[in-house]
């Protein structure tokens, strides 16, 4: 859209949202009608495609940047960037993140490494490039997409486990730091959510237990869920926006579990 769009319209920069909870929440920020940045991997047909439709599917600004979330100068590229092509930036939501699972004695080093900076140390580097034009503004949102293991552990997750343990803490420091200047900083604690990655594994994981893709669903993947369903991506990503509201202008610092209860166990 044209220059007035991206003067007066909000805009959001999503993390890892060229699929699954990310790609759920640039829609529905899009369809709110924000000027969107979109980030994250896949084959770069596709990913023009996604960028393409979310555009043209709600009449507003789509970019895309494919910065690593590895790599420090990338994301203050990405953050640059937005901020040069929309002229402000007002919500980010942290949502990048990797999963591996091994005993802790056979947990490789590197694996480690780039799961704590993929969904712990790329959040603090997009949260130190966002927040001075957001307190200059005197208004903005950060939203940590973190999880019910920032609560609870399991079994094999070392890794995921404590970034997820950092997203909280950190969420929580700057929260505090930016409160009197209309910044606020929450983390959305989801349980298992139904995204293409999960619903990979099903299949395989009945075949390994030797057991059927609903006793997989029931028993290994929601035993923790006491509500036995599924979170959605339409359901973290409606909760993404209200807390970008002005409604939700005094929610801040909040662990937010939406995880059927299984943290209140």
Known sequence: MGAD?????????????????????????????????????????????????????????????????????????????????????????????????????????????????????????????????????????????????????????SAYVAAKHGIVGLTKTVALEHAKEGVTCNAICPGYVLTGLVKAQIPDQAKSRGITEEEVIQNVLLAAQPTKQFVTVEQVASFALYLASDSAAQINGAILTMDGGWTAQ
């Open 5 to 157: 769009m991206t003067n007066t319209a909000k805009v959001a920069l999503i993390t890892g949202s060229t699929s699954g909870i990310g790609l759920a929440i640039a829609e529905a920020f899009a369809a709110a009608g924000y000027g969107i940045m979109i980030n994250g991997l896949g084959d770069a047909d596709q990913i023009e495609a996604t960028r393409a439709k979310i555009a043209a599917d709600h009449k507003v600004d789509v970019l895309y940047h494919p910065a690593n979330m590895l790599a420090p100068a990338e994301i203050e590229d990405m953050v640059t960037q937005t901020r040069t092509h929309f002229g402000r930036l007002d919500v980010v939501v942290n949502n990048a993140g990797i999963q591996f699972v091994a005993p802790i004695e056979e947990f490789p080093a590197e694996k480690w490494d780039q799961i704590i900076g993929i969904n712990l140390s790329s959040a603090f580097h997009t949260i130190r490039h966002a927040i001075p034009g957001m307190a200059a503004q005197k208004w903005g949102r950060i939203i940590n997409i973190a999880s019910a293991h920032g609560l609870v552990a399991s079994p094999f997750k």
